[in-house]
């Protein structure tokens, strides 16, 4: 397949784009930045646009057998003002929009499109699959937002919504983060750690989105996460056992709060979401238990 990728340059994206490489596809993919060529696997095809907007990427998408888009501001770069906030929604539904508005009339037999676990809001202990009801708060309703301007592509095209959780990887993203308290021997969990996170290893984040776009089968919003979400207490637990560091020390709730702002209402919820439609259609994990894919990832 010749496939069209958005937000390429991102830690998801250049995965991707390597993964579809090795898998034999060609692969196109779209920034805003004029060094695009130089982050992207070697093999990529770099075109120059800002999918937020209309404009000639729209006929190279065209051309494509296949979409992925990932487009999308970073969420927790920085803190959410009400601009911020603007940036964040428009940045998703508007690039989503116009990928959608060519697939709903020409190009692309699938797009694969993403979303995130954010979409069912903070649910406590209620285990969360595709079928669940969407949840309340802002990243909820831009996910709710996002997914519906993929849907006019769905008239003539196989549409996958991909709802990830929490990408783990060395490159970026949030892993970094959470392991560097741990290095300086004061890592633990955050607030009571009691709140369930959804993982999943980068190389089953590309999987999963390999198998969305070769799987006819597969259809409709799915679940990027690791079988087992773990409570965050376990993920403490789960670095510095990898690590050889104490997680005892925790972080405060309201430390994290008066820190980073309305952000912490996203990283503090809790989404006990699991994978049940790619396990359904026979997708198998290469790191299903936590400890293993920290253990790989952090080697």
Not at 190 to 204: M, S
Request: proline residues 7%; charged residues 25%; aromatic residues 6%.
């Amino acid at each position: 397949m010749h496939v069209f990728v958005t937000g390429a340059t991102g830690l998801i994206g250049r995965a991707v784009c390597s993964g579809l490489l090795g898998r034999g596809h060609l692969v196109t993919a779209l920034s805003r930045s004029p060094d695009a060529h130089e982050r992207l696997p070697k093999g990529t095809r770099a075109v120059a646009g800002d999918p937020a907007a209309p404009g000639a990427w729209q006929d190279e998408l065209a051309r494509c057998d296949a979409c992925v888009n990932l487009a999308g501001e970073p969420l927790a770069d920085r803190r959410w003002t009400g601009a911020r906030k603007r940036v964040i929604r428009a940045s998703r539904v508007e690039s989503t929009r116009n990928v959608a508005d060519v697939v709903r009339e020409r190009g692309p037999a699938v797009l694969v499109s993403a979303s995130a676990v954010g979409f069912y809001g903070s649910r406590g202990d209620e285990v969360l699959d595709e079928a669940s009801a969407a949840g309340e708060g802002f990243l909820a309703e831009v996910c709710q937002a996002w997914e519906a301007a993929a849907q006019p592509a769905a008239a003539r095209a196989r549409l996958v919504l991909l709802r990830t959780g929490l990408v783990l990887s060395p490159d970026g993203g949030s892993l970094p983060k959470l392991v560097r308290p741990f290095k300086a021997f004061a890592g633990g969990p955050l607030g009571d750690g009691a709140f369930f996170q959804p993982w999943i290893h980068i190389a089953d984040e590309v999987g999963i989105v390999l198998h969305a776009l070769e799987d006819e089968r597969a259809r409709g919003p799915m679940n990027a996460t690791a079988p087992e979400p773990v409570r965050n207490r376990e993920l403490a637990r789960a670095i510095g056992k990898v690590l050889r560091r104490p997680s005892v020390l925790p972080a405060p709730a309201l430390a994290i709060r008066l820190a980073v702002g309305e952000i912490a209402g996203v990283v503090l919820s809790s989404q006990r979401a699991v994978p049940r439609k790619a396990l359904d259609l026979g997708y198998r994990f290469r790191f299903p238990e936590l400890e293993a894919a920290l253990r790989d990832l952090l080697r």
